[in-house]
């Protein structure tokens, strides 16, 4: 029963270098999301998908893509990575975009840009 | 958007209770309830819809007065398992995410 499953678990980057988080679930949900998680700051939504084919920007989109490659996996692509972007990556899912819909999130990536 | 927590921290005895609250200065549909332990990923707790219903779950309970756009998470007899961070994560009508909060770091010691 593995839920969510991010890929890596851990990164180092230099500045400039370019890296895609993976993430894929296997409960068969509509919605997925990118949060990303610093120190007194909470959960900050970068991108979301509410269902396959469509994505849609967050809090916090700069610098970062994302390709929503089918209803399991979505991912998320750095570009030029800078240390501004040091954090800990979370995928999340849910059944739908709804409010009743609980989020289901992963064990996160931890990414360092030196 | 995003709401505000209170308090920030909290240290309790095995036993005692809390109430952390949630509140956004937005209309909100409904509100989530997540806690995270150092170094997992968040867990779902509950959620409340408008209506101000209080769902429960186990010794964990919370409420939502959507005319004050608040919430409250109450934990009663607490045990060591609490400890982690609550962060509620609130969301507005026709919104299709959450906002969620900075988070409380709830310590239970014996």
């Known amino acids: 029963n593995a839920g969510v499953t991010q890929t890596p678990k851990f990164q180092v980057l230099k500045t400039g270098q370019s890296m895609t988080l993976q993430c894929a679930q296997d409960m068969n949900h509509n919605s997925m999301y990118w949060y990303r998680q610093d120190p007194g700051m909470g959960l900050r939504l970068i991108y979301y998908s509410a269902s396959e084919g469509t994505t849609d920007k967050g809090e916090v989109p700069n610098g970062y893509n994302v390709s929503r490659l089918n209803k399991r996996e979505f991912s998320l692509r750095l570009e030029s990575a800078a240390p501004s972007q040091t954090s800990v990556y979370f995928c999340?899912?849910?059944?739908?975009?709804?409010?009743?819909?609980?989020?289901?999130f992963g064990d996160g990536t931890r990414l360092s840009i030196l | 958007q995003q709401p505000v927590q209170s308090p920030q921290a909290v240290i309790l005895r095995e036993g005692e209770d809390a109430v952390i609250n949630c509140s956004s200065s937005k209309a909100l549909y409904s509100v989530h309830w997540y806690r995270q332990k150092h170094g997992e990923a968040p867990v779902f707790l509950m959620i409340?819809?408008?209506?101000?219903e209080q769902k429960g779950h186990e010794k964990i309970s919370a409420s939502f007065n959507e005319k004050k756009q608040q919430s409250s998470l109450y934990l009663t007899a607490s045990q060591l398992s609490y400890s982690g961070t609550y962060f509620c994560g609130t969301e507005r009508a026709g919104a299709n995410n959450l906002f969620f909060g900075t988070g409380t770091r709830l310590t239970v010691i014996p």
């Open positions: 999340a899912s849910s059944g739908a975009a709804y409010s009743n819909q609980p989020q289901h």
């Open positions: 409340l819809l408008k209506g101000g």
